[in-house]
């Protein structure tokens, strides 16, 4: 995820970090190129472009831009759903280490709230496509079969075993057993909101119908601007091929919010504060540092 202060109005004309520019620049410079051939082509040959007329394209322009506008609108709130679920997991791992300081014996919650941090780093692998395994290795306790297919879930059964113990011999009231069980519940549907997110693309076919109008709308652009501007055309059609590529790319990023792009969200810097919170709970005096931005991205 970009992390960095607003920048002025020059600096931003030339900030890549983060811009979508680099991944769209060889498809907008293929576009800039035919627009100067065709440009080329009509002033060789005048009267083939007579007939050519721009109303359509405006048209066309006006259409894909507001169905553009649809998609990522829907692919941002897939990554502001999926910043919301992670959200969730802090507010109730915090909660399970306020409702747990009634137990008496550290050796008895150790354990607990050390599963709970594994738990945020097997789900954090789960939605990378990683081993949830190795991940969580260093924190749970016992070990489970990397085989499981709901791996991050049956860590959460472990917490869920570990706090029914803890009740039944008397360490746990009923209520405050039944308060853990509901946050633990919660932790369950954040797993499921993330899974959903990164397990349901948006529909292929919308998907695919945008990516050819784009393509068909930049490559036949130049034909209808070629007579009226001239030498002006590859200049206005790098314009519209850059907002429209670029939109377009920025949908793709944004419908996976879990990978390691750089618009990606920050959820390896998420897990550092939920083992920063379990640690410092536990005494632990040397805690991880927090991660920070690398070159404005946050991972």
């Not at 692919?75 to 759903?81: I, L, M, N, S, V």
């Not at 113990?165 to 549907?189: C, I, K, P, V």
Request: proline share 5%; hydrophobic share 45%.
């Amino acid at each position: 995820m970009i992390v960095r202060p607003k920048v002025n109005q020059f600096a931003i004309l030339f900030t890549l970090k983060g811009s979508i520019a680099k991944r769209i620049a060889l498809r907008t410079l293929m576009v800039t190129l035919l627009a100067s051939a065709i440009v080329l082509m009509e002033m060789l040959h005048p009267s083939n472009f007579t007939k050519v007329n721009a109303t359509p394209f405006t048209l066309l322009g006006l259409s894909l831009s507001i169905f553009m506008s649809f998609r990522n609108n829907a692919c941002y709130d897939r990554w502001y759903e999926a910043r919301k679920a992670w959200g969730d997991v802090l507010v109730h791992i915090r909660s399970v280490i306020r409702e747990t300081q009634v137990i008496r014996e550290s050796a008895q919650r150790k354990p607990l709230l050390l599963n709970l941090c594994g738990f945020a780093h097997s789900l954090n692998a789960r939605l990378r496509r990683e081993s949830e395994a190795a991940a969580s290795r260093a924190w749970i306790t016992p070990q489970h079969d990397a085989q499981v297919p709901d791996y991050s879930g049956r860590i959460l059964q472990q917490v869920g075993q570990q706090c029914s113990d803890l009740q039944q011999s008397g360490e746990l009231s009923e209520w405050r057993y039944m308060l853990l069980a509901n946050h633990l519940t919660s932790l369950t549907q954040a797993q499921a909101v993330c899974e959903r997110i990164k397990n349901t693309p948006l529909p292929f076919p919308y998907t695919l119908l945008l990516h050819r109008t784009i393509y068909l709308f930049c490559i036949l652009l130049p034909f209808a601007m070629a007579e009226p501007l001239g030498w002006l055309t590859p200049l206005f059609t790098a314009i519209v091929s850059y907002t429209f590529f670029g939109l377009d790319a920025i949908a793709d990023e944004l419908e996976d919010p879990f990978g390691r792009d750089e618009n990606d969200l920050a959820t390896d810097s998420l897990v550092r504060t939920i083992e920063r919170d379990v640690l410092s709970e536990l005494g632990v005096a040397d805690l991880p540092a927090m991660l920070l931005p690398v070159d404005y991205v946050l991972s």
